[in-house]
């Protein structure tokens, strides 16, 4: 049986919708299984990374794992793994933890990556780029109008649809991938700018990107909720992208079989996002 955390995420709930398919048997930790609807063959197990005493249960009768990455909590999950002995766990980390400068995201991973490594538990990496669904924070403008506020428009990412990253997971997982650190790209370079223009594109709507100072972003970036500091990192990188063409990885192809969702794919599937009200 594998245990999926995190399974009402982006990743999470596409892996064990792919588990499924596979005919695998697959438990979720939930802190609430009442705030997320799980397809009936699942078993749903109460706990939280959070809280270490709830995990021996969760972790009987799993021989593998999908470990959200909750920076605070790793060492209780860890310990646990280790009294079950887990063949495999298949930790989601972040495409920052290569770059030559990891920043404060690349190094929150890293530490999680060397903790897992340290624990003696057989582990597999996924270490995806840019999220795709990032930019469902743009929804919210798409749907009061036509315009996409923000900074260094020019600054390109490898974009990388969930369903991908979920896939690549799932593979490991199956496959017994155990040892392998998997970097993840979608199959393009692309700015912010040609991202908006293919939602354009898709959606039939005359959408534009507008350039604003940093410090209205940052502004706009806090006031949704994202810590300062974080949110001074996240305008650094994109600094740091500006201008530059982002380098593609072909693993998603390779693991899976298939070519990773392009930007416009991934648009069509969650077109209802950025429909106007």
Do not use: C
Request: net charge negative; hydrophobic share 45%; aromatic share 6%.
């Amino acid at each position: 049986m594998i245990l999926v955390t995190g399974a009402s995420g982006n990743v999470g709930a596409d892996i064990v919708h792919q588990l499924l398919e596979a005919g695998e048997q697959v438990r979720v930790l939930t802190r609430d299984p009442t705030r997320h609807p799980f397809p009936d063959e699942v078993e749903v197990v109460v706990g939280d990374l959070t809280r270490p005493d709830t995990l021996p249960a969760a972790l009987t009768g799993i021989d593998r794992a999908f470990l959200f990455p909750l920076h605070d909590a790793v060492d209780g999950f860890l310990e646990a793994a280790r009294q079950v002995e887990l063949r495999q766990v298949v930790l989601l980390s972040s495409a920052a933890v290569t770059y030559a400068t990891p920043g404060l995201i690349g190094e929150k991973h890293l530490r999680l990556e060397r903790a897992v490594a340290a624990s003696r538990v057989p582990w597999t990496f996924i270490r995806p780029d840019y999220f795709m669904t990032n930019d469902l924070g743009w929804a919210r403008q798409l749907a009061e109008g036509e315009v996409v506020r923000g900074v260094h428009g020019n600054a390109a990412v490898p974009a990388i649809d969930p369903r991908d990253i979920a896939a690549v997971a799932v593979r490991a997982l199956l496959d017994a991938r155990v040892g392998e650190a998997y970097l993840l790209t979608g199959p393009q370079s692309l700015t912010q700018i040609d991202r908006v223009r293919i939602i354009a594109e898709t959606m039939g709507r005359p959408v534009r990107f507008e350039e604003v100072p940093r410090e209205q972003a940052r502004r706009q970036l806090v006031g949704s909720g994202m810590p300062p500091q974080v949110a001074d990192a996240y305008l650094d990188g994109l600094a740091a992208l500006d201008g530059r063409t982002a380098e593609t990885s072909p693993t998603v192809e390779d693991v899976t079989g298939r070519p990773p969702f392009t930007y416009a794919q991934w648009v069509a599937h969650r077109a209802a996002a950025f429909s106007p009200t």
